[in-house]
């Protein structure tokens, strides 16, 4: 089991970013949640396996066909054991 915090840059903010990442993150297995954060970007914590978390984070380099994404910062953290995945508020 790992986790990794992501943060993703660029026009990711009004174009279903966080919808299709909780799709995308739930058909993947994955738990955690993601979330517009007010500077822009989106902020999303993923856990799983080290192969479902690389799938979701190579999502996350493109994100939905709406999306522009400039940039993804990865951070590992220690997994909390989260069940679900959900979209939160600020």
């Known amino acids: 089991m ?9 026009r990711v903010q009004g174009v279903f970013f966080r919808a299709e990442c909780r799709r995308e993150a739930q ?3 994955l738990a955690g949640w993601v979330r517009n954060r007010a500077d822009g970007t989106v902020e999303a ?3 799983g396996t ?3 978390v690389e799938a979701i984070i190579a999502w996350a380099g493109h994100g939905p066909p709406t999306a522009v994404v400039e940039g993804v910062e990865v951070v590992a953290e220690e997994p ?8 939160r508020d600020r």
């Open 2 to 10: 790992v986790r990794r915090r992501v943060i993703v840059e660029g």
């Open 50 to 52: 080290a192969e479902q």
């Open 45 to 47: 914590v993923f856990e």
């Open 80 to 87: 909390e054991g989260l069940v679900g995945f959900t979209i």
């Open 27 to 29: 058909s993947l297995g």
